[in-house]
């Protein structure tokens, strides 16, 4: 097939939505190349965007295919491998970096990729990898006003729904804001939760195996990408119109809050003044006393006067 000719119909049946020009430039980041991630990820590579920043530390496996973008010949294989050439199959002029890493242990991986996006999308079932995120990018905003807007997605259990929050640092609440606000919600209590099988709960205290359909979680992960698209495109002169919300909840079933399947709720929520990441931090130097300035220094001073237990961490997690 002809360079120029791939060049000039490739993207030809997205003209007209928006130029495909204004997001020549654009880098994402995804973290977690899971069944949403994955996902999401190709799908934003159908709309143009050829920079992209891979974070995962995970190998394919078998049991991963039926949810997964890429297939079986692509098991064994590290994930960003994997999706990195899933996204040159649809665009072969792609620019993809591979991070072989986990967030939550090595922030390094933060300051080589985040820094240089235009915007993050969390894909992880991770709080762990979230909070990580939400609170370097908003360290990120305060100290040095770079703003690097976060789309977090998240599939509830067994996927009957799912959330997604924007984050846009000095815009929006934090994820933090966001979550607590949620929490303190009437029902948020009544969310259907299943038994929690911690032999599925990984190193990094994600869970390894929650069961639910691929088409379910996708819809989740679209979501996500959608967003991640008109968050990319505001100020431009897309007919693609952004929402006016940093919070969605999707039912893919009729459960929980949802009345019927295939329900869209959308919620904006306030900034807490007492937010440890965003805010004062009210709540922890009242209840606590600890300045949220020095909570990593305090959390680590707690874990060193901790009685020192005799476990041998290889039999927790097998090698
Ligand atoms: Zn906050």
């Not at 974070?55 to 994997?82: F, M, P, Q, W």
Request: glycine share 8%; with cysteine.
């Amino acid at each position: 097939m002809d360079q120029s000719d791939v060049d000039k119909t490739l993207f030809s049946r997205i003209q007209g939505f928006f130029e495909t020009d204004i997001l020549l430039g654009k880098r994402v980041t995804v973290v977690g190349l899971g069944s949403g991630g994955s996902f999401a990820v190709v799908e934003l590579a159908r709309c143009g965007i050829s920079h992209f920043n891979l974070i995962d530390y995970d190998i394919l496996e078998l049991h991963n295919v039926s949810r997964h973008v890429c297939g079986i010949r692509d098991v064994g294989r590290l994930k960003t491998d994997a999706v990195k050439d899933a996204i040159l199959n649809i665009n072969p002029q792609g620019d993809v970096s591979c991070f072989h890493a986990n967030i939550v242990r090595d922030e390094t991986v933060l300051h080589q990729t985040v820094r240089s996006s235009d915007i993050v999308l969390e894909c992880t079932d991770s709080k762990h990898s979230k909070y990580r995120i939400n609170q370097y990018c908003i360290r990120i905003w305060q100290e040095q006003g770079l703003k690097v807007p976060v789309i977090y997605g998240g599939a509830y259990e067994r996927a009957f729904g799912g959330d997604i929050i924007r984050v846009i640092p000095g815009e929006t609440p934090c994820y933090d804001c966001v979550l607590g606000a949620v929490q303190k919600l009437s029902f948020y209590d009544s969310m259907p939760q299943g038994k929690i099988d911690y032999s599925n709960i990984d190193k990094s205290g994600s869970f390894k195996a929650e069961p639910g359909l691929g088409l379910d979680v996708h819809f989740i992960a679209l979501i996500q990408a959608k967003v991640g698209l008109l968050t990319l495109l505001r100020g431009s002169a897309s007919k693609l119109e952004d929402i006016p919300y940093h919070f969605l909840m999707w039912g893919n079933r009729k459960e929980w809050i949802f009345k019927e399947p295939f329900k869209c709720i959308y919620a904006n929520t306030e900034k807490r003044e007492d937010c440890p990441t965003c805010g004062s931090g009210k709540d922890l130097l009242d209840q606590y006393g600890i300045d949220p300035k020095n909570v990593e220094t305090e959390a680590e001073k707690l874990l060193q006067s901790l009685p020192k237990a005799d476990l041998d961490v290889s039999k927790i997690y097998p090698v």
